[in-house]
């Protein structure tokens, strides 16, 4: 595996295996890889020739009080697993690479409607830190296929929405939730949690299942959300939305509307933010 830190070079390794008809595999991450990670990797890998990661702790989705300088840093461990994982190029640029006016004199992407609610109404501004970075890394990239985990499954339509109104000539392909065997699903953040707050944090997985077998059972909606905002309150989580949306733009479902949807939490455990989501079908 080869480490670019240049645009340039970065061009020249991607610019030759397109000469030789290659299909070149993207996936974008912050670094401090997990298995979740490393299943992109793969699956990214059954859509190419060739596999591009990118490492780089994007400062322009953080908000003023939020993680950016404590999130977690491993570039030498994410190599080594990188390789093993059969990753070709680690694209891993400065923020001077990405942000050559700085990251307060950047242009922002902004994608409205999908990109404005929850995670966007709670994290004002990540989502159009998220686009920009990621617009900047498939300009750079230029890959044929780009994987994103459905663990972040707001960010994956944010991105959608970027490549179909950007007419960008890619394919989005989606990774599938991985799991740790009691259920919370895998984070860079996790590695945050005490180990009092890692027991708990399964429950953020357990009340989504839950939400889904009430709303098989006939429940309503607004009870469902509002019985799992009080679960995970009474197990120590503060949420900041437990709610069931449609899968294909996060609107709020028809009181009939029965296919197509998704459950979706974000609660603080401690100072520790957790995402998650489960698909209804
Ligand atoms: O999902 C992430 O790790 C980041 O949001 C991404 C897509 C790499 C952009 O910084």
Same mark, same amino acid.
């Given at each position: 595996?080869?480490?670019?830190?240049? #645009?340039?070079?970065?061009?020249?390794?991607?610019?030759?295996?397109?000469? &030789?008809?290659?299909?070149?595999?993207?996936?974008?991450?912050?670094?401090?890889?997990?298995?979740?990670?490393?299943?992109?990797?793969?699956?990214?890998?059954? /859509?190419?020739?060739?596999?591009?990661?990118? @490492?780089?702790?994007?400062?322009?989705?953080?908000?003023?009080?939020?993680?950016?300088?404590? /999130?977690?840093?491993?570039?030498?461990?994410?190599?080594?697993?990188?390789?093993?994982?059969?990753?070709?190029?680690?694209?891993?640029?400065? @923020?001077?690479?990405?942000?050559?006016?700085?990251?307060?004199?950047?242009?922002? #992407?902004?994608?409205?409607?999908?990109?404005?609610?929850?995670?966007?109404?709670? $994290?004002?501004?990540?989502?159009?830190?998220?686009?920009?970075? @990621?617009?900047?890394?498939?300009?750079?990239? &230029?890959?044929?296929?780009?994987?994103?985990?459905?663990?972040?499954?707001?960010?994956?339509?944010?991105?959608?929405?970027? @490549?179909?109104?950007?007419?960008?000539?890619?394919? #989005?392909?989606?990774?599938?939730?991985?799991?740790?065997?009691?259920?919370?699903?895998?984070?860079?953040?996790?590695?945050?949690?005490?180990?009092?707050?890692?027991?708990?944090?399964?429950?953020?997985?357990?009340?989504?299942?839950?939400?889904?077998?009430?709303?098989? &059972?006939?429940?309503?909606?607004?009870?469902?959300?509002?019985?799992?905002?009080? +679960?995970?309150?009474?197990?120590?989580?503060?949420?900041? /939305?437990?709610?069931? $949306? +449609?899968?294909?733009?996060?609107?709020?479902?028809?009181?009939?509307?029965?296919?197509?949807?998704?459950?979706?939490?974000?609660?603080?455990?401690?100072?520790?933010?957790?995402?998650?989501?489960?698909?209804?079908?």
């Amino acid at each position: 595996m080869r480490t670019v830190g240049d #645009i340039r070079g970065l061009r020249a390794v991607v610019q030759a295996w397109k000469k &030789e008809g290659l299909r070149v595999g993207f996936v974008p991450t912050m670094g401090n890889l997990h298995a979740g990670h490393f299943s992109l990797i793969e699956l990214a890998r059954r /859509y190419a020739d060739r596999v591009v990661a990118s @490492v780089f702790v994007n400062p322009t989705q953080f908000g003023p009080n939020e993680d950016y300088t404590r /999130y977690p840093r491993s570039l030498a461990e994410d190599s080594v697993g990188l390789v093993e994982h059969g990753c070709d190029v680690l694209f891993a640029p400065t @923020v001077e690479v990405m942000y050559p006016f700085g990251p307060e004199h950047a242009l922002r #992407i902004h994608v409205p409607d999908v990109g404005d609610t929850l995670e966007g109404a709670h $994290r004002p501004g990540h989502f159009d830190g998220v686009a920009t970075v @990621v617009a900047k890394l498939f300009a750079m990239v &230029e890959p044929d296929v780009a994987v994103f985990g459905q663990k972040d499954c707001q960010q994956l339509l944010v991105v959608r929405r970027l @490549v179909r109104e950007l007419a960008l000539s890619l394919e #989005i392909v989606t990774g599938p939730i991985v799991r740790e065997p009691d259920g919370l699903a895998m984070s860079s953040r996790n590695r945050y949690l005490d180990a009092h707050q890692r027991t708990r944090a399964p429950e953020l997985h357990a009340t989504l299942q839950w939400m889904h077998d009430s709303f098989v &059972e006939g429940h309503a909606l607004h009870a469902v959300e509002g019985a799992a905002l009080r +679960r995970l309150q009474r197990a120590g989580f503060e949420p900041d /939305y437990m709610v069931v $949306r +449609r899968a294909a733009d996060l609107g709020i479902p028809a009181p009939d509307e029965r296919t197509g949807l998704l459950a979706l939490g974000a609660a603080r455990l401690g100072h520790t933010r957790l995402i998650d989501n489960l698909a209804f079908d």
